[in-house]
């Protein structure tokens, strides 16, 4: 990816968060919100609802975090690549930070009649944002590590596939409004592509 693609599509992705949030600041009813959520509205003791309700489940902290904690002693022991595990650990962390810190700051109520239990408020999605940046990273690692292009992109596809059913589980689930998806898949990529920009960048100073 060259620099200028890459800004755009830093830009873009912040262009549409930052337009989202101001969205929901001023407290209107969005149609897209509404839509989507009929969409994606299933019944309890479906086949569909137990699925998704398994899916969400990689999303959450306990999962995105004992994972992690596997990728870094997979650095730490075995690959002994410490810049690689420095930048892994550091970015999940500030990750989760900034989401609770907007969470925070824009204390948007999640939806009513949940599917399941949870807490907190709801705007950006940290199932969308946090998990877009794990499984990126984790997509990386694994993509390192395979030879084959056509291996590759059926990697990187699948991983593709796995966040983005995530994102539809928790609308499932009504614990998160779509908007609120899709400003958590919007702030995660551009975090994303800013750490892998990063972790290039400083890389090669530091190895």
Same mark, same amino acid.
């Not at 410490?82 to 900034?98: K, N």
């Given at each position: 990816?060259?620099?200028?693609?890459?800004?755009? /599509?830093?830009?873009?992705?912040?262009?549409?968060?930052?337009?989202?949030?101001?969205?929901?600041? #001023?407290?209107?009813?969005?149609?897209?919100?509404?839509?989507?959520?009929?969409?994606?509205?299933?019944?309890?003791?479906?086949?569909?609802?137990?699925?998704?309700?398994?899916?969400?489940?990689?999303?959450? #902290? /306990?999962?995105?975090?004992?994972?992690?904690?596997?990728?870094?002693?997979?650095?730490?022991?075995?690959?002994?690549?410490?810049?690689? /595990?420095?930048?892994? #650990?550091?970015?999940?962390?500030?990750?989760?930070?900034?989401?609770?810190?907007?969470?925070?700051?824009?204390?948007?109520?999640?939806?009513?009649?949940?599917? /399941?239990?949870?807490?907190?408020?709801?705007?950006?999605?940290?199932?969308?944002?946090?998990?877009?940046?794990?499984?990126?990273?984790?997509?990386?690692?694994?993509?390192?590590?395979?030879?084959?292009?056509?291996?590759?992109?059926?990697?990187?596809?699948?991983?593709?596939?796995?966040?983005?059913?995530?994102?539809?589980?928790?609308?499932?689930?009504?614990?998160?409004?779509?908007?609120?998806?899709?400003?958590?898949?919007?702030?995660?990529?551009?975090?994303?592509?800013?750490?892998?920009?990063?972790?290039?960048?400083?890389?090669?100073?530091?190895?």
């Amino acid at each position: 990816m060259n620099k200028y693609s890459w800004i755009s /599509m830093v830009s873009l992705c912040l262009l549409l968060f930052f337009f989202l949030m101001n969205e929901i600041q #001023s407290e209107k009813s969005l149609a897209f919100d509404t839509y989507i959520a009929e969409l994606f509205s299933v019944g309890k003791n479906t086949f569909s609802f137990t699925f998704f309700k398994s899916l969400t489940y990689l999303g959450k #902290s /306990m999962f995105i975090g004992f994972g992690s904690l596997l990728c870094v002693l997979y650095l730490w022991i075995i690959k002994k690549d410490y810049w690689t /595990m420095a930048v892994f #650990s550091i970015g999940i962390a500030g990750a989760d930070v900034l989401n609770g810190w907007i969470k925070n700051h824009v204390k948007r109520v999640r939806p009513e009649n949940h599917l /399941m239990d949870t807490d907190g408020f709801s705007f950006p999605s940290g199932h969308a944002m946090v998990g877009i940046i794990f499984f990126s990273m984790v997509a990386y690692l694994i993509m390192n590590e395979i030879k084959g292009n056509s291996l590759k992109w059926a990697m990187g596809i699948g991983f593709v596939c796995l966040v983005l059913l995530i994102g539809v589980s928790r609308i499932v689930m009504k614990v998160h409004f779509p908007t609120d998806i899709l400003a958590g898949f919007a702030l995660g990529a551009a975090y994303s592509l800013i750490l892998f920009k990063l972790y290039k960048f400083l890389g090669s100073r530091v190895l």
